[in-house]
Structures are given as C-alpha cells and as structure tokens.
C-alpha cells in the first residue's frame, strides 16, 4: 500500500479512538437507569412511556469524572393501584393504605429528575449499578 493510503487510514483509526475516550452517556442510557430503578422500586406497575433528555453536564470530583442528566419523563401505570400522590408518583402500594387514592391501569404521570453517571474503565456506570 502506498504510504498516503496508511496515513490516511491511521488518521481515521485516530479519529475514530478518541471520539470513543469522549463519549458520554446518553438519554437512552438514562432511560434504561430511569426504569430500571422504577422496576426495583415497584416492580411491574410502572413504566416509562417517554423520556427526553433536557440537559447535561460533564463533571469531576477527586479525580472521578462523572456525568449529570437532567431529564422529563412520562411514567404510566401498568396496574391498578393505591398512591399517595395521582400528578406525580408518589408512595405507592397495590393495597388500600390510609391516605392513598386509588390509580387505574393506565393512569400517567410526569417527573423531572436527574441522574448521575461515574466514568469506570468498562463504560459508564449508572445509578442502577450497571455499566452502559
């Protein structure tokens, strides 16, 4: 191969490394930490039904690099069910409890929230435990 060939390719195979030492999480990943904290908090009742990321932030503290993802989400409820809350989740329990009103199959919800992201050596850990 001709020497501009390969420096060509070295370019592009640096290109390609370090756009991958510079990503971050994204919406998706914080989607998936969003429901799957809802899915150990209240498992089979809630869901997510959309999520938007609406703002990021890189971060460092003591020498960890971190990520923040503020985000909107709508949430619907996958069963009927007892709440202290019916505009946003609120304690929640598949039996009448005192000061809890009753929510249908169906019912949704907005949140807003926040989630944070540790940078390991194996991807992006999510408040969830897991790597993304």
Not at 58 to 73: P, Q, T, V
Not at 109 to 122: D, I, L, N, R
Request: hydrophobic share 35%; net charge positive.
């Amino acid at each position: 191969m001709p020497k501009k060939t390969w420096i060509i390719i070295l370019l592009m195979l640096l290109a390609v490394s370090m756009s991958a030492c510079s990503s971050k999480p994204s919406a998706s990943d914080a989607e998936k930490v969003f429901q799957n904290t809802l899915d150990k908090i209240y498992p089979g009742i809630l869901k997510v039904v959309s999520f938007k990321k609406t703002n990021g932030q890189e971060l460092s503290r003591y020498g960890a690099e971190g990520y923040k993802i503020d985000f909107e989400a709508e949430i619907e409820y996958t069963a009927d069910c007892y709440s202290t809350k019916t505009d946003t989740v609120g304690w929640i329990s598949k039996k009448k409890a005192w000061g809890h009103q009753p929510i249908k199959k169906g019912h949704r919800v907005k949140e807003k929230g926040t989630f944070y992201f540790e940078k390991t050596e194996k991807g992006w850990r999510g408040q969830d435990g897991k790597i993304y």
